[in-house]
């Protein structure tokens, strides 16, 4: 193989399905759209000329597949859908590297025990249906039919898209999978970390848990002119606070968590009104479950500092999604094969949520990141080396072909 040879070929590829889903100039394929099904005719045609088995399933998944001598399969790759206006490599990285690596196995004469598949999945961002992930849900069977009552954000249930696009929603029950016996994700990293200490090769230990929080500070609306500082009772004073303190203690006592701010809201948000209460948007994020206990104990601490000022506050907690340990027999496998070829890799944590974070409460699962130049995703400027897609090309290879002989009932 000629030096970057399959990376040079995958970057072709995805510049193809990004060029072919383009709306107005942005990549945007959301689930069930046009955009939706050029990409899959794409996959398609791909997956076939490899002289690998295609199929799709009734939720709108797709696979290729690299039949095996023996039942069971191991699953790579990744979702097909983007967020609005987002990147080349986000999810289709890994469903193209997928493609590339099964296809080349297959062209090298290789024969699998177990069969390998490489799966585009469906609406994993939650561009359209904001609960996102509904393909990996519906592989694990967790899926319900109450979920297809979800309303998309153009105003349609999950059942009348799936209608619409030709799939049959009484096949959903078909979906379900039970012959998989391991699956690696290879996914871009979405952040800094990779690129800043030099790192090819992320091996993931977890994808992090999330806690969603709106916070309401109560103060004393009054006129901005006519009323002393002494006298104020100001909630944006008092968020500015607790934004301030709860980022220094989890930056002192936490640092593997992440806390961000993503909305703040002011009322009744006049120039010349000392506002009558501030709303905040909280996410926050660490590696375990007990760790975001931990986290959200700080969080409430650097709280009560404001509340014994006199200040009302009203935590209402969102959403909680617990985090996910990837499974440390298919861990060991890519670090072995790491170590094997020299790669300079990192353990480390997922701070975004992926498939494999429902696939891993299911399957044996693992995810290999390659670095995102400039820590950019989720934007046109999203971009990884030609040179780090071949690495993590080369390195799939080699984990879905020691995977592909495992005796699962050892593990």
């Not at 004469?109 to 393909?135: I, W």
């Not at 009484?170 to 998989?180: P, T, W």
């Not at 006129?223 to 008092?238: N, Q």
Request: charged share 25%; hydrophobic share 40%; glycine share 10%.
């Amino acid at each position: 193989m000629m030096k970057n040879e399959a990376g040079v070929r995958i970057e072709e590829m995805l510049c193809q399905l990004a060029d072919a889903t383009r709306i107005d100039g942005e990549i945007w394929r959301a689930a069930y759209t046009l955009e939706d099904k050029i990409a899959k005719n794409i996959l398609r045609e791909w997956i076939e000329d490899l002289g690998l088995e295609y199929r799709e399933d009734a939720i709108g998944n797709v696979y290729g597949r690299l039949p095996g001598t023996e039942p069971g399969t191991i699953l790579t790759g990744s979702h097909l859908d983007t967020v609005k206006n987002g990147g080349k490599y986000d999810g289709a990285l890994g469903v193209v590297t997928g493609v590339a690596a099964l296809g080349y196995l297959k062209q090298s004469g290789f024969v699998p025990k177990h069969s390998l598949e490489v799966g585009g999945l469906m609406e994993e961002e939650g561009s359209r249906f904001p609960s996102g992930c509904q393909g990996s849900r519906a592989i694990c069977g967790t899926l319900k039919e109450e979920d297809l009552e979800e309303l998309s954000r153009d105003g349609v249930t999950l059942r009348e898209a799936l209608v619409s696009a030709g799939y049959q929603t009484e096949a959903l029950k078909n979906v379900k999978r039970d012959d998989i016996r391991a699956i690696v994700e290879l996914h871009i990293e979405q952040g800094p970390v990779l690129e800043s200490e030099q790192k090819q090769i992320g091996i993931v230990d977890s994808i992090v848990g999330i806690v969603n929080y709106e916070l309401t500070i109560q103060g004393s609306q009054n006129h901005a002119g006519t009323t002393s500082m002494p006298l104020r009772h100001d909630p944006v004073v008092a968020a500015a606070e607790f934004i301030t303190e709860s980022t220094r203690q989890m930056m002192a006592q936490a640092p593997s968590a992440t806390l961000t701010y993503g909305a703040i809201q002011v009322f009744p948000g006049m120039q010349n009104v000392i506002a009558d209460r501030v709303n905040l948007l909280i996410d926050l994020r660490d590696g375990s479950n007990e760790e975001l206990l931990q986290d959200v104990v700080l969080l409430k601490r650097a709280l009560e500092s404001i509340e014994r000022k006199g200040f009302q506050t009203r935590l209402r907690q969102n959403d909680w999604l617990e985090s996910v340990q990837m499974n440390p027999n298919v861990i060991r496998v890519i670090e072995r094969h790491c170590e094997e070829k020299h790669l300079a890799y990192k353990h480390m944590n997922s701070g975004a949520g992926h498939d494999s974070m429902v696939f891993g409460k299911h399957f044996p699962t693992a995810m290999i990141f390659v670095p995102s130049i400039g820590g950019i995703s989720h934007n046109p400027a999203e971009a990884t080396a030609v040179a780090d897609i071949q690495t993590g090309f080369e390195l799939l290879c080699d984990v879905l072909k020691e995977l592909s002989a495992q005796t699962f009932l050892s593990w």
